[in-house]
């Protein structure tokens, strides 16, 4: 087991911060989830749970997409962008999952409807794997990412946020007070060739509370590495 065992490192810098994480990659779980629909309450509360957990960003990665196919029922999500509601029609089209729906999760890349079991909502066991080093370096806006192995990969960046607070005045959630975890608050992908890469963003990020990144082979969606952390 010693093999598997995965070794992640966050370091702060006068210029930033530097993110590591090697061996076994991080069970990433994303929700597909959004304040106008009635059901995804227990989802969101299910989700921030995971905030709690010993393993959060070296053993899992919680992401909530809030999407904008239900702002039409009389409330607009503000927290809804189109591109994930787009990529939750991505899973589908590439049968990930067997419908769009919310709140739906995806767990490393596959559809988990074990949310919906109320005697066990255990997450799925990780398929065992190991992997080069994910390094992640912040210095300023600039987020730059060096994967420890040769070929052509896709990277994929997403900034989170947490203890988001919304009263909903009106639609199937009216009149409750929604808290919201692990926000996608935007998402970011390239490719490259020579396993580095660079994203510049033009967020606050004193309104970001951390940062999620992987890689993968172009055109599949299982993670070959992970790496994330809090954002100081």
């Known amino acids: 087991m010693h093999s598997l065992l995965a070794i992640s490192i966050a370091s702060s810098l006068s210029a930033g911060q530097i993110w590591s994480h090697e061996g076994q990659p991080a069970q990433v779980v994303e929700l597909f989830t959004s304040e106008g629909c009635s059901s995804c309450p227990p989802a969101d509360r299910y989700l921030s749970k995971l905030e709690n957990s010993e393993g959060l960003w070296t053993s899992i990665i919680p992401i909530a997409y809030h999407v904008d196919y239900w702002d039409h029922l009389g409330w607009k999500d503000k927290f809804a962008k189109p591109e994930y509601s787009q990529l939750q029609r991505l899973y589908y089209a590439y049968d990930l999952v067997g419908s769009v729906y919310t709140p739906g999760f995806v767990v490393d890349g596959r559809e988990w409807r074990g949310f919906f079991n109320w005697v066990n909502r255990e997450l799925p066991t990780a398929t065992p794997s190991k992997s080069q080093r994910l390094k ?91 790496v994330a952390g809090k954002i100081e």
Not at 187 to 203: C, H
Request: net charge positive; glycine share 6%.
């Open 136 to 226: 992640l370096i912040r210095k300023g806006n600039t987020f730059s990412l060096q994967f420890d192995k040769a070929g052509s990969f896709d990277a994929t960046l997403v900034f989170l946020a947490n203890n988001q607070y919304t009263q909903v005045q009106r639609g199937e959630n009216r009149g409750r007070k929604l808290e919201h975890d692990f926000i996608a608050v935007k998402r970011m992908q390239q490719r490259s060739t020579d396993g580095k890469w660079e994203f510049e963003t033009q967020l606050p990020l004193e309104t970001i509370d951390a940062v999620a990144a992987w890689v993968s082979e172009p055109g599949r969606f299982e993670r070959i590495q992970t």
